[in-house]
């Protein structure tokens, strides 16, 4: 079985490293992934996925239909992302897609365009090989995750979902792991705290004591990635002058949004100590609009998670890969940078998916300048992507050699 795999993957690699290099050089910024979304779901239709089309939120969707109801795996991988940064020297344009030493650079080739051809060629790899499926392939490529607040994948599970009938059992997310298998990350959560008073300068000292206050914090704790900021607003015709100061927060995978907000909102009436000024404190939340026009209601935050490395996922995950000749190394993403996620978070934490991340990008170069993809490990990603799901959805095969398919 997995000699065919690969033997069948020799057919698909300038497929996908063609792709991989169209999806790069294509931009897709968070909230402007259009072109991108019709590339993919052209080329999903090119690649014989069962069904194909884009739900009401703009994410693409490809289904490759088993046997059976259930199991079902669900790979999802992002179309957006970040905006270059202009202030770090490329050394080529970030939407150029040049290829340079076997490694293909862009923005987004880690983070996560070739995670997401990958994903969608590992469907294809299955598809060629004839490998009899029980449960159900279905591939997800996402809006609006750039965030980090998983916008299009909430909308996926929440309505998509329902309307395909094929509820995920497994996930595996094409996020970047360097072809490790990652099961978690911490999360965050951007706090705003709203102070209102009818004395001006009681607001201003309440603000001044609790800004020292989340700076000694920070010194104390050796944190580095809280920021925080404030601003100021008179409301003449009621006399009252307002402030808002945003706050930060990294939380590990035990800690609850709830509880964090809790103990703010406690410490800021202590530090603040004027009964007079009012204090709210809420997770930061907005409208965005998605490229197609719809607009969803988003809060600024990101649950931490993590499932156990002996979850039956993530054992016959290895077991399977080990099996066609791939050892994997488990881990964590560290998200160094602050706002980063991935949809771990929302899968395993707010739907009860088992979810893994396997990619073939490096989690450092993510918004990266000179961001790249080796080809080599673009190319392993698909065969060990359809690995993965050949050993949790499909029915065993014994005995077949590619000249007998």
Same mark, same amino acid.
């Given at each position: ?123 294809? !790899?299955?598809? &060629? ?8 392939? =279905?591939?997800?490529? %996402?809006?609006?995750?750039? @965030? *980090? ?120 009436? !202590?530090?603040? &100590? ?8 809420? =997770?930061?939340?907005? %409208?965005?609009?998605?490229? @197609? *026009? ?112």
């Amino acid at each position: 079985m997995y000699t065919l795999l690969r033997n069948k993957l020799d057919g698909l690699k300038r497929g996908v490293r063609d792709f991989t290099q169209d999806l790069i050089s294509t931009s897709s910024t968070t909230f402007h992934e259009q072109d991108v979304a019709a590339k993919i779901e052209r080329k999903l239709i090119e690649l014989g996925y069962d069904r194909v089309f884009r739900d009401d939120f703009g994410n693409v969707v490809g289904i490759l239909l088993g046997r059976e109801a259930a199991p079902t795996m669900l790979l999802t991988s992002h179309m957006d992302t970040v905006e270059a940064d202009r202030n770090q020297t490329w050394e080529s344009d970030p939407l150029a897609a040049n290829v340079r030493d076997r490694k293909i650079y862009g923005l987004g080739a880690a983070d996560c365009k070739g995670g997401l051809a990958a994903q969608m060629y590992a469907g294809a !790899l299955l598809k &060629r090989s004839l490998l009899p499926l029980q449960g159900n392939l =279905v591939f997800a490529a %996402t809006v609006a995750e750039g @965030n *980090g607040c998983s916008t299009g994948i909430r909308q996926f599970m929440r309505k998509t979902v329902s309307d395909i009938g094929l509820s995920p059992t497994y996930a595996v997310l094409g996020e970047p792991t360097n072809l490790g298998l990652y099961y978690g990350h911490d999360g965050w959560v951007q706090i705003e705290l709203k102070l209102n008073g009818s004395n001006p300068f009681h607001v201003n000292d309440a603000v001044s004591a609790l800004m020292d206050s989340f700076q000694e914090e920070d010194a104390e704790t050796g944190a580095t990635s809280e920021t925080h900021s404030s601003r100021f607003q008179d409301i003449t015709e009621r006399g009252q002058r307002s402030a808002t100061i945003t706050l930060n927060r990294r939380m590990n995978n035990t800690d609850e949004v709830e509880d964090v907000l809790h103990q703010i909102r406690r410490d800021a009436r !202590l530090v603040a &100590r004027d009964p007079d000024t009012s204090i709210q404190v809420q =997770v930061r939340q907005g %409208t965005e609009k998605m490229y @197609n *026009g719809r607009t969803e209601l988003v809060r600024h935050s990101s649950s931490g998670w993590s499932i156990d490395p002996y979850d039956p996922l993530v054992v016959r995950a290895q077991q399977s890969l080990a099996a066609a000749g791939k050892r994997v190394h488990p881990g964590r993403w560290e998200l160094g940078r602050f706002g980063m996620g991935t949809a771990g978070s929302l899968l395993s934490k707010e739907f009860n998916v088992p979810t893994v991340g396997f990619g073939p990008g490096a989690e450092e170069l993510a918004h990266a300048c000179n961001e790249y993809v080796e080809i080599d490990k673009l190319e392993e990603a698909v065969y060990g992507t359809a690995v993965i799901a050949q050993g949790l959805i499909g029915i065993p095969v014994y005995g077949w050699t590619s000249d007998e398919i």
